[in-house]
């Protein structure tokens, strides 16, 4: 016998349409795949904030990138336009892809 919750899920399953049920579908799908982990890559010293923000990029590939290019486009341009120092804002970008990597529900 199916537990509560299986039970409420198969009932509202039937009441979708065909193409709700196969999004319901990928989405327990996507919920069940196992986790990726980050794979940070130490930071090299002297390290410029374009360089950093690549690293990033491939440390996190399960992070979605729109999700964090406003962020860090804003800290690019305060360290390129507004002379921020490039420690600083290479600080507060690993912040924004360890956040974003904990707030996904991978860590």
Known sequence: MPAEG???LLDIYRTLDAQ???ELLEFARALAAPV???CREPRPPDESVVLALRRLV???PMLE???LMGTAS???AQ?????RAAAEIIDELELVFERHYLESGSG
């Open 74 to 76: 804003a800290l690019m």
């Open 6 to 8: 299986e039970s409420a």
């Open 58 to 60: 491939r440390s996190y």
């Open 36 to 38: 990726a982990e980050p």
């Open 20 to 22: 709700r049920q196969n």
């Open 79 to 83: 360290h390129a336009l507004e002379g």
């Open 65 to 67: 990138r729109r999700r």
